[in-house]
């Protein structure tokens, strides 16, 4: 059974850093393509980051600079390191994958920037 477990969301300054990490169970983590996703109330939940199976990443616009995306194949595992934290970095982070054409999400973990 695909999993995904997120943890290390909380609340922090702006100004200040986050470290997300995702474990993937039930597949094979080195072919997938990792994403983050973040979601705050109102809106669509919206790509944040991807890292695929060769270590070519992707960051949305906002985060570019700010954020790192990294993953380790040995602990199957997907890092988001947010630094330079803003107050509408905010929300819920969600890991994703996709397996045979399925998709994954865990349950999210929150992150909180306050000012």
């Known amino acids: 059974q695909v999993r995904l477990m997120e943890s290390g969301g909380g609340l922090q300054q702006a100004g200040g850093s986050l470290n997300l990490a995702c474990v993937l169970t039930?597949?094979?983590?080195?072919?997938?393509?990792m994403n983050w996703y973040r979601q705050t109330p109102g809106k669509q939940r919206e790509l944040v980051a991807s890292?695929?199976?060769?270590?070519?990443?992707n960051y949305t616009h906002s985060v570019e600079g700010r954020f790192v995306i990294s993953r380790d194949n040995i602990k199957k595992t997907v890092r988001l390191q947010m630094d330079r934290l803003k107050v509408e970095d905010a929300g819920v982070y969600y890991c994703?994958?996709?397996?045979?054409?399925?998709?994954?999400w865990g349950r999210g973990t929150q992150v909180t920037v306050s000012s």
């Open positions: 039930g597949a094979n983590f080195r072919i997938k393509t």
């Open positions: 994703h994958t996709l397996h045979y054409g399925r998709t994954f």
């Open positions: 890292i695929t199976s060769d270590f070519a990443t």
